[in-house]
């Protein structure tokens, strides 16, 4: 059957990645808004949308019943839920299929399977995929759960099973850390995920975090996409990545993206999905998780395969062959992902909230920014603080850096603090031009991405500039004694 | 004239000020400056700095009187000094709040002992918990916020004496 008509469960830049992909594909899109996200491009530029209402999350875009009785109303027979919010939530999966409606995505009995992070690795130490030293029992009791931690050996890594994207998760170095932890990660599980199962893991030092893209057909293919390096992180969330991997071997590249398709083969999964590893230093790599849905990284395997993994996840969900063979896939070029955040990076990563005034477009080719926000619309703190994402392909590593850096300087956010400049440091820095990055990189390259000293001329600049602003009535002579500036200049909207 | 202002949260003091029409001049740390403007669009502008043109922007200011502003590439939060309101609820060498966020938890009252590093509320903010603790062993002298109130970042949330 078809997909005419999907309805896209989610907000921001992920629903609109998902418009324009049903856009070349000639399906009708159907967006959702939660009330203070009405004037957000994604309640704007679709086919049909509805407002959600208002409220906490569960009543609006964590409604599972609002959301099936919207999508039958307006006849749409497909639900995408995008990444976050009801992706990985088997029993919206269940309710979609249950009435009548196609759920683009993996199965209810996948998402049970990998979203439990204790269940998950017991089938895969089963089909011998490497797992970390770690407990991962049903036995929650606060006192084997501290017995545990000190088997394993610090430190140690506590998370909610349940849990992902840093939420619910804590290393414990020392006994006087550890029941705080225990109990700090529990109620976090409770409040994010309604669970507060807690899994234990040996904390492997220095490691990478190393992710292979899948996407499984249901008629027996399991293809990987390759690879993506998503060392580059804060507080467990990612902040740069990037594919191919630098400082990897073929043979290692080849290696654990079998193992991902094993497991893909291995549980016999349907749809899109990414297996996250933790590779060592010496090689070795661990299995991490399972995320059984698109991730928000997924643009920089889309540069460098020329995949659409949104057309791939759509043809598989109304029962098409992937539309490729494994030997077709090719990396080709590099692929830079930065993630811009409404935060302050030099003021312990807070973030901040306000009116974007102006958001900057990039200029080069094969450069993309994914955004959810207009000119003129609102950061606030009801949603996660990732305003945008800037993918950038080159020919080489070393174009896709600088290219990365230029375009950084152009997608500027007049008005909301981001983390653009701090992006520039991490990516000028030399330890990552030079491919040596894990996941410690940030905190341990705390002094060197400090921001450099402005020079006097800098000061000035800013000062001229805040006073023309200042002065509201100008001679229209003054204005246009040149014919068009923006010609000759590159970087802001014009 | 002097003028001062504050650039990300540090002074800077500029002599012989003059802004007219579309130039503005001034000296700084014993450099003349003159800047005139070539064109403007919104809040976007070209400028000539007499060395060459840049662009620039400088966005609707807040409550506080800041403005964010972009200047040849560089990127601060500015805002004429005199004309920056003391934000609402800062006092000096108390706790504050790392980001925005609603207060989960109170722990300990007003008047109780603390010992460093202990927590004393938990504030919830992008659906994460952050513990905020005492940064000394003693009292605590009080607590700005009641359960469930929303703050800003780089708020005050409590003070402890020592």
């Not at chain 1, 204790?118 to 770690?134: H, M």
């Not at chain 1, 899948?214 to 008629?219: E, R």
């Not at chain 1, 990414?274 to 060592?280: D, G, K, N, R, Y």
Request: some cysteine; aromatic content about 6%; glycine content about 8%.
């Amino acid at each position: 059957m078809k997909i005419k008509k999907i309805l896209v469960a989610n907000r921001g830049e992920i629903a609109l990645r998902v418009l324009k992909t049903a856009k070349e594909m000639g399906i009708k899109v159907v967006t959702v808004y939660a009330e203070d996200d009405k004037n957000l491009p994604h309640a704007l530029f679709a086919d049909e949308s509805y407002s959600l209402g208002s409220g906490a999350l569960s009543e609006t875009y964590l409604n599972k019943t609002k959301l099936i009785e919207i999508t039958k109303r307006c006849g749409a027979d497909a639900i995408h839920p995008g990444y976050g919010f009801l992706s990985e939530n088997e029993e919206f999966a269940r309710m979609v299929e249950k009435a009548g409606i196609i759920f683009i995505g993996p199965t209810p009995e996948s998402i049970v399977l990998m979203g439990d992070k204790i269940g998950s690795k017991k089938a895969l130490e089963k089909i011998k995929i490497p797992l970390t030293p770690g407990y991962h029992g049903d036995d929650q009791t606060d006192e084997t759960l501290m017995k545990e931690a000190k088997r394993i050996g610090y430190p140690v890594l506590i998370k909610a099973s349940a849990g992902g994207g840093g939420k619910g998760m804590r290393i414990v170095h020392q006994d006087s850390e550890l029941l705080e932890s225990i109990q700090g990660a529990k109620s976090e599980g409770l409040k994010s995920f309604s669970s507060d199962k807690v899994l234990i893991e040996k904390y492997v030092v220095n490691p990478r975090h190393i992710e292979v893209q899948l996407m499984s057909d249901t008629h027996g293919n399991h293809l990987h996409f390759f690879e993506r390096e998503c060392s580059i992180q804060r507080r467990y969330q990612k902040v740069v990545e990037e594919t191919p991997a630098p400082n990897m071997t073929q043979e290692t590249r080849l290696r654990i993206c079998e193992t991902a398709v094993e497991i893909a083969r291995g549980i016999n999964y349907r749809g899109a999905a990414t297996v996250e590893f933790i590779m060592a230093q010496d090689g070795n790599y661990y299995f991490m998780e399972m995320n059984t849905r698109l991730q928000v990284e997924h643009p920089v395997t889309e540069m460098v395969t020329g995949a659409d993994l949104v057309k791939c996840q759509i043809l598989v969900a109304q029962g098409d062959k992937l539309p490729m063979k494994q030997s077709e896939i090719k990396q080709k070029g590099q692929a830079i992902e930065c993630r811009i955040y409404a935060e302050d990076p030099d003021n312990n990563f807070m973030p901040s909230i306000g009116k974007i005034d102006t958001i900057g477009v990039p200029t080069l080719r094969d450069v993309r920014l994914d955004c959810g926000f207009l000119d003129g619309t609102e950061v606030g703190v009801n949603y996660d603080p990732m305003l945008a994402k800037l993918v950038v392909w080159g020919e080489n590593r070393e174009l896709a850096i600088s290219k990365s850096i230029h375009s950084l300087d152009e997608v500027l956010f007049l008005g909301v603090k981001t983390n653009r400049d701090y992006l520039k440091r991490i990516l000028a820095h030399k330890d990552f031009v030079d491919g040596h990055t894990h996941t410690h990189f940030i905190p341990d390259h705390k002094k060197d991405l400090e921001p450099n000293e402005m020079t006097a001329d800098d000061l000035a600049s800013l000062i001229a500039a805040l006073s023309f602003s200042q002065k509201k009535q100008f001679h229209s002579s003054s204005t246009s004694t040149l014919s068009n500036p923006w010609t000759s200049l590159s970087g802001f909207r014009n | 004239m002097d003028k001062s202002f504050i650039i990300n949260g540090k002074e800077v003091r500029v002599q012989d000020f003059k802004h007219s029409h579309d130039t503005v001049t001034f000296s700084y740390e014993g450099k003349n400056y003159f800047y005139s403007l070539i064109s403007r669009d919104g809040h976007e502008m070209i400028l000539d700095d007499k060395g060459g043109r840049f662009k620039a922007a400088v966005a609707t200011a807040n409550r506080d009187g800041e403005s964010m502003v972009i200047a040849a590439g560089k990127e601060a939060i500015i805002a004429e000094a005199g004309k920056k309101m003391k934000k609402a609820g800062s006092h000096a060498g108390g706790l504050t709040s790392p980001m925005p966020g609603k207060i989960f938890k109170i722990l300990k009252d007003a008047g109780s002992e603390v010992k460093k590093g202990e927590p004393i509320l938990i504030l919830e903010a992008m659906k994460m918990e952050h513990s905020i603790r005492s940064d000394k062993d003693g009292k605590i002298k009080k607590i700005f916020f009641k359960v469930g109130e929303l703050v800003q970042g780089g708020v005050t949330l409590a003070e402890v004496e020592s």
